[in-house]
């Protein structure tokens, strides 16, 4: 059986980049914030939907009501 070697880089869990095995990595704040938009880009793409199937609920009608009823005018 063959067996491969172990990559000599893999992702950092925090923020996607490329690491060699063992060596110092200090993670730059904005790959960060955008490896995780990447994701949560499925949950972010279905939040409208789940938001409009919430409103077709009891709950939802009466927040939607309430929200109409005491907004400022």
């Given at each position: 059986?063959?067996?491969?070697?172990?990559?000599?880089?893999?992702?950092?869990?925090?923020?996607?980049?490329?690491?060699?095995?063992?060596?110092?990595?200090?993670?730059?704040?904005?790959?960060?914030?955008?490896?995780?938009?990447?994701?949560?880009?499925?949950?972010?793409?279905?939040?409208d939907a789940q938001?409009?199937?919430?409103?077709?609920?009891?709950?939802?009608?009466?927040?939607?009501?309430?929200?109409?009823?005491?907004?400022?005018?």
């Open positions: 059986m063959l067996s491969l070697p172990p990559p000599r880089f893999m992702p950092c869990e925090r923020c996607g980049a490329s690491v060699e095995r063992g060596a110092e990595h200090e993670c730059d704040e904005e790959r960060i914030v955008e490896f995780r938009l990447v994701q949560l880009r499925p949950e972010i793409e279905t939040f938001v409009v199937a919430w409103l077709d609920t009891p709950h939802g009608r009466f927040e939607r009501f309430y929200a109409e009823r005491t907004r400022p005018r």
